[in-house]
């Protein structure tokens, strides 16, 4: 079966080795050639290592760049003088209550987010024959402007999260699909996880002062 906008449909088929040398899915459909992005930067390079990498090691070390990242998002906004807004979060969390928001960002969000925002545009993309940074950047976009209800601020600092996740797809779409969907999946759970620990130490603490 063809997904579309998976490319090589019919080359390079006679390799089933994903990233890491681990096992890829045995279907012709997916990427003919490693995606790259930032070719001959060091950022482009450490992304390039990052194919040898196991699984635990790939979701850890993405999280952490995706955080990493925020930083100048965060700085840009400051400047800006734009703030995010947590009435959202906190409509959610007095309609929801913490165990179906937990579900929501835990589950629903990572699993339909990576199907809507990695998967489908870079797909769509890669199929009329664009370029792994273009699709990557449109991906990120898309997954910014999700979080628009929140604010500008949001908006900004969901745009580097957005490209590490991205990139999580393309890096392992050339060995299997099965993985490419799973590790922005799991990197978007762990991102999520930090931000509900982080927004319960904050109520824990709004209400014992």
Known sequence: MTLPGDRGATEDVESDTG???EPGDSSPTRDATPARL???????DYLDRTRSYGVARFVL?????ALLLRMPAVVL??????TEDATTADQLLGELGLMWLALLALVFAP???????QWAPIAFIRSLGGGPT??????????????????????????????????CFLAWRHGSLRKALLLPTAVHFLLNLLALGAAGLSLRGAGSA
Not at 38 to 44: E, Q, S
Not at 61 to 65: C, G, N, P, Y
């Open 19 to 21: 990233p890491g040398g």
């Open 134 to 167: 273009f699709a990557a950047l449109a991906s990120a976009t898309l997954f910014a402007l999700l979080h628009f209800q929140s604010g500008i601020a949001t908006v900004l600092v969901h745009v580097p999260t957005g490209l590490v996740l991205a990139w």
């Open 38 to 44: 930032a070719p001959g930067t060091a950022l482009g």
């Open 61 to 65: 070390e993405m999280s952490a760049l």
């Open 77 to 82: 906004a400051v400047q800006l003088g734009v």
């Open 111 to 117: 699993i339909v987010e990576t199907l809507l925002f």
